[in-house]
């Protein structure tokens, strides 16, 4: 009987060493814990979030007679457009070298486009300013001058 309570001890004292170092793992994600546990995380924040965005309408989506109408009156204001430029810069620029030219003025009951004359800037270059008014406000656009 000695020699079963031998063995059995000798059986006990080889299991406990295999036995390892026990490790606590601390994974409460909200204080760093596993990354894996993130989602966690992100349902806490949602569950506490009350934001909630506005909804933003969209506008009405045109009918085929709308988008029509939108490409005529486009067309039109293109026309009447290129019609008063061609008609400022029959003023304003001189037909053989392309140039502004100074003193023009030109006015089409909308716009009042002046062209003044030579000024020399200050690095000695020649200018000219271009005043573009509509009565209300005035564009000022300094423009190089250059001789033929």
Do not use: H
Request: aromatic content about 8%.
């Amino acid at each position: 009987m000695n020699f079963r309570i031998y063995v059995f001890l000798i059986l006990i004292s080889t299991n406990s060493a295999f036995a390892t170092e026990l490790v606590y793992r601390f994974d409460n994600p909200n204080f760093g814990g596993s990354p894996l546990n993130g989602p966690v995380l992100l349902n806490e924040a949602n569950a506490q979030n009350g934001y909630k965005a506005p909804k933003v309408e969209l506008a009405p989506k045109k009918t085929d007679i709308e988008k029509f109408t939108d490409k005529v009156s486009t067309a039109l204001l293109n026309k009447i457009a290129a019609s008063n430029i061609d008609a400022i810069t029959n003023v304003i620029v001189d037909p053989v070298t392309g140039n502004l030219v100074p003193g023009a003025n030109a006015d089409t009951g909308i716009y009042n486009i002046s062209v003044s004359n030579v000024v020399n800037g200050d690095n000695g270059t020649k200018q000219l300013n271009v005043i573009i008014s509509d009565g209300i406000t005035n564009t000022n656009i300094s423009v190089p001058y250059f001789d033929e």
